[in-house]
């Protein structure tokens, strides 16, 4: 009888071990699983694990990441808890819970296990991070910078740490504190430009374009090819070329202070044909001007022969090759986007996007310029939210430009009349599908429109009377 239960014993041992060994194993496959991004797969293992073992707490934290990435926060939050509940000192969970809760915006119990966690993990910067970010979502200011410079104590090399605090110490106005971050940031991220964009973009706030542009060529030795590096420096460039009485800044945009849309006809009078030529060549020879010139380079195009507001075509040679990818060739009619008139934007985009596959950096620049400031200095002309301050345009086209360069897609269109001008207005939505109404002036277009019609009226006429005379 003795033997018998040795036996069962060893039996009920082994049995451990072997379903040990397998749980391990299908954990590995789920991670992996995970990992290739294959979630619901992941799920569908746990699954089949939690009938077997269901007081594992790595299959509940495992199962709950899985949920977190398909962005179903809720049962990412069930599963975590679950995993919490079985083992209260599990810090990744708790983390991970925290994050879950965030996502949710539920943020004071993202504050909570954020707390949690750092009672757990006291060396871990991040934490502290996260937590100081929660409690500025939720107004608590008066703890973020503490937890801020906690994390920067317990990881004086931690990038995001550093990051963090020159942002703060720059708006704070301490320049020593700031310049000391600012330097250590780049010195630890060799190689790479984040602070100088840091410390570009936060230079640019006050209006200082002189040392952004200085910032950024210091930047570009260590990465030419950076993208958001070489727009600051060609935003900065143009702006440091603009008048500062004529612009100004609302909500981190350049906005014109006169070339308001319901001054169009003043605007338009004062467009001449030196506008155009001028500051085509110019552009041609990759020559960054200023918001204003840009601005006044696309108002000219109107007065030039050949213009269309509604029936410009795209480059039969840009399109086809951006449509095969084979950007060596789409760059040899880069110059072709020229023969336009008015210049399509589109073509730009598609030229300077080849440039920058091909890195051929300087030629990005000379059309990148080109694109970037004809988009803006049409958006510095309003902020499109009512007749009053709508973008003004001289094509239909530039309106899905301006849309699409804003992250919206369009979904519906309406033209209105108001105190004497025309308005086209575009619903824009998001990817996240937040509509928003968008305001455009179409003055221009519509104009030429008429005028195009009446052209062809007269046209007609005159080939009528001309053959009632030969008959006669």
């Not at 041992?13 to 290739?36: C, G, H, I, M, P």
């Not at 977190?68 to 083992?87: E, G, K, P």
């Not at 143009?238 to 006809?265: G, S």
């Not at 179409?442 to 009632?468: A, E, H």
Request: net charge negative; proline share 1%; charged share 25%.
């Amino acid at each position: 009888m003795k033997t018998y239960f040795i036996l069962l014993l060893l039996n009920c041992l082994l049995a451990t071990s072997v379903f040990s060994q397998t749980l391990k194993q299908q954990l590995d496959v789920a991670y992996e699983l995970r990992e290739t991004k294959k979630y619901n797969e992941a799920i569908v293992l746990l699954d089949s694990l939690i009938t077997l073992d269901s007081v594992s707490a790595e299959v509940y934290y495992l199962k709950g990441s899985c949920y977190h990435h398909t962005n179903l926060y809720d049962l990412s939050v069930m599963n975590y808890q679950t995993a919490i509940a079985m083992d209260s000192l599990y810090s990744s969970a708790i983390y991970n819970l925290a994050n879950s809760y965030e996502s949710l915006s539920k943020m004071d119990s993202a504050e909570m296990y954020f707390r949690r966690y750092i009672e757990l993990d006291s060396g871990d910067a991040y934490g502290y991070m996260r937590l100081g970010n929660t409690l500025r979502s939720q107004g608590k200011e008066d703890s973020v910078m503490y937890f801020y410079e906690k994390a920067y104590a317990v990881d004086s090399a931690n990038l995001y740490a550093i990051y963090t605090l020159a942002q703060e110490y720059f708006v704070l106005e301490e320049v020593e504190k700031y310049n000391t971050f600012i330097k250590k940031g780049k010195a630890l991220s060799e190689g790479d430009v984040d602070f100088y964009l840091l410390e570009g973009a936060l230079e640019s706030e006050n209006n200082n374009y002189e040392k952004v542009v200085e910032i950024c060529e210091e930047a570009m030795k260590v990465d030419s090819t950076n993208f958001e590096l070489n727009r600051l420096y060609i935003e900065s460039v143009m702006l440091q070329k603009t008048d500062p009485k004529a612009i100004c800044k609302i909500e981190y945009r350049t906005k014109f202070v006169d070339y308001n849309n319901e001054k169009l006809q003043d605007i338009l009078a004062g467009i001449n044909e030196d506008d155009h030529a001028k500051n085509l060549k110019l552009m041609k020879e990759g020559t960054i001007l200023s918001l204003e010139d840009y601005f006044r380079f696309y108002l000219s195009q109107k007065n030039k022969s050949g213009f269309s507001a509604y029936f410009s075509q795209a480059n039969a040679n840009i399109d086809k090759y951006w449509e095969e990818e084979n950007y060596e060739e789409l760059v040899k009619h880069g110059e072709e986007v020229f023969n336009n008139t008015p210049l399509r934007l589109s073509d730009l985009y598609r030229v300077c996007s080849a440039h920058y596959s091909l890195g051929n950096i300087e030629e990005f620049r000379k059309y990148y310029a080109i694109y970037f400031g004809i988009l803006e200095g049409m958006l510095a002309t309003g902020n499109g939210t009512e007749p009053e301050s709508a973008y003004i345009v001289i094509t239909v086209s530039d309106e899905y430009a301006i849309l699409n360069y804003l992250g919206m897609n369009s979904s519906s269109q309406a033209l209105v009349k108001n105190n004497g001008h025309s308005y086209d207005i575009l619903t824009g939505q998001y990817s996240d599908g937040e509509e928003k109404k968008v305001y455009f002036n179409v003055d221009v277009p519509l104009t030429s429109l008429n005028s195009s019609f009446t052209s062809s009226k007269g046209k007609s006429k005159k080939k009528k009377n001309k053959k009632k005379r030969k008959n006669k």
